[in-house]
C-alpha cells in the first residue's frame, strides 16, 4: 500500500484546510486508518481515525472535536481530514496511515499545515 497525502498550506487561524490521502495498491486487508500529525519538538499523536473500516467508526482527539471531519472515498480509495476553524496550536505535519489486519502500518510522506494568526 502506498499513501500519498495533499491539501496542506498555509491558512490564517478561523479558516478551513481538506487533506487528501490517496491509497494505491492493495488495501483489501486495511482495517483501520486515519491521521496522525507531529509539531516541532514534539511527538506524534493521533488526530483522527476510522476503525473496523467495514463499519466505518470514528475516533478524534479532544483538541479536535467539532473542528475536524474524517471521511473516506472507497470509490476514489481516498481518505479526507477536513479542518474547519483552524487554531495555530493545529500547525504541525499531518501524516495519514492504514494499518492491515497483521497490524502492519504504512504511512503517507507527511504534508505541512501551517496556520498564522
Known amino acids: 500500500v502506498q499513501l500519498v497525502e495533499s491539501g496542506g498550506g498555509l491558512v490564517q487561524a478561523g479558516t478551513s484546510l481538506r487533506l487528501s490521502c490517496a491509497a494505491s495498491g492493495s488495501t483489501f486487508s486495511v482495517n483501520a486508518m486515519g491521521w496522525y500529525r507531529q509539531a516541532p519538538g514534539k511527538q506524534r499523536d493521533l488526530v483522527a481515525r476510522i476503525v473496523n473500516t467495514g463499519g466505518g467508526s470514528t475516533n478524534y482527539a479532544d483538541s479536535v472535536k467539532g473542528r475536524f471531519t474524517i471521511s473516506r472515498s472507497n470509490v476514489k480509495n481516498t481518505m479526507y481530514l477536513q479542518m474547519d476553524s483552524l487554531k495555530r496550536e493545529d500547525t504541525a505535519i499531518y501524516y495519514c496511515?492504514?494499518?492491515?489486519?497483521?497490524?502492519?502500518?504504512?504511512w503517507g510522506q507527511g504534508t505541512q499545515v501551517t496556520v498564522s494568526s
Open positions: 496511515f492504514m494499518r492491515d489486519n497483521k497490524e502492519y502500518t504504512y
